[in-house]
């Protein structure tokens, strides 16, 4: 008798525990809890977000951290793009998902409940972003890892450590502080109950490494070698003349996308001659055009160049790696 009682006891005990694995099995996952607290962007700030990234009508604009989903919904009712807002939290995607049929563009939104780090984000034309500086950075790999060049990213009060912005805005909304609205802190806001910082970056083309680059014989030369170097959107530089020893500089590079332009100087019999390149960038491949400062009745000349592959690097890498050499 005694010995049954051990075994019913125990039976118990197995049979508590088995019911208890199927009921968290069966229990719905806890909720993440999102990194950033929903504050409203002001509908000021929405307009001159809109307005820096200059959307049109053939944009996607993806809103991470979309909230109420408002940057998504004006901007595919003003100016007919489509938008996808992407939040964690499933309250948020309601909300925006009934804002979006009340301003009647459900045809042209949709809202995504998950997490941003883990969408795929690569039709995106514009990003725009309110979240938190820590946030901004952890993000910015994967906005150049996913994004083409040309792309758009607009910040709402939060910049991108030493990506510089391309452009930035503030925007006086005269708005007082709301109790309702949870407070949070972060040392780079100056005053954002009235004031609102907007920030505007372009998504530069890796131009890194060595290129071999040719164009029809122009004075006795046809192929220069560039190494450029590139920290974010800009440009360090270096040129040789391949066919001959005359010196030669490379000016006023710029990077905006994929469209690469820049001035190679070179010094002929005692006068200065500048040649004035532009072009797009395609993967190791560039090419466009090129003219020659001064020239008179002479249309403009094709080139084309292409990169040594072992010489490319990132160009969002910490710390200056130093010019590699010219082959």
Known sequence: MQKRKRYTKKSWTSLVAALTIIFLSCAPAQQIEPEVPFVPTPEKVVAEMLKMAQVGKNDILYDLGCGDGRIVITAAKQFGCRGVGIDIDPRRIMESRQNAAKAGVTDRVQFLQMDLFEADIREATVVTLYLLSEVNLRLRPKLFRELRPGTRVVSHEFS????????????????????????????????????????????????????????????????????????????????????????????????????????????????????????????????????????????????????IISTVRSIIASGNQGLLPLN
Request: no cysteine.
């Open 160 to 307: 991108m450590g030493e990506w510089e912005p391309d452009a930035s805005s503030s925007v006086k909304t005269g708005d007082t502080k709301d109790p309702q609205v949870l407070d949070y802190w972060d040392p780079n806001i100056a005053d954002y109950w009235d004031l609102h910082n907007v920030y505007f970056w372009i998504i530069p083309g890796n131009v890194t490494g060595t290129w071999k680059l040719d164009i029809p014989d122009v004075s006795g030369t046809k192929e220069f070698t560039l190494k450029l170097e590139q920290s974010f959107q800009h440009l360090r530089s270096e040129a040789s003349d391949g066919s001959s020893s005359i010196p030669v500089s490379i000016i006023d590079e710029k990077i905006k996308g994929n469209r690469l332009l820049f001035i190679l100087e070179r010094k002929l019999k005692g006068r200065t001659e500048s040649l004035h390149f532009e072009g797009t960038v395609e993967g190791n491949t560039m090419q466009g055009t090129m003219k020659i400062n001064g020239s008179q009745g002479r249309s403009k000349i094709r080139w084309t160049a292409k990169r």
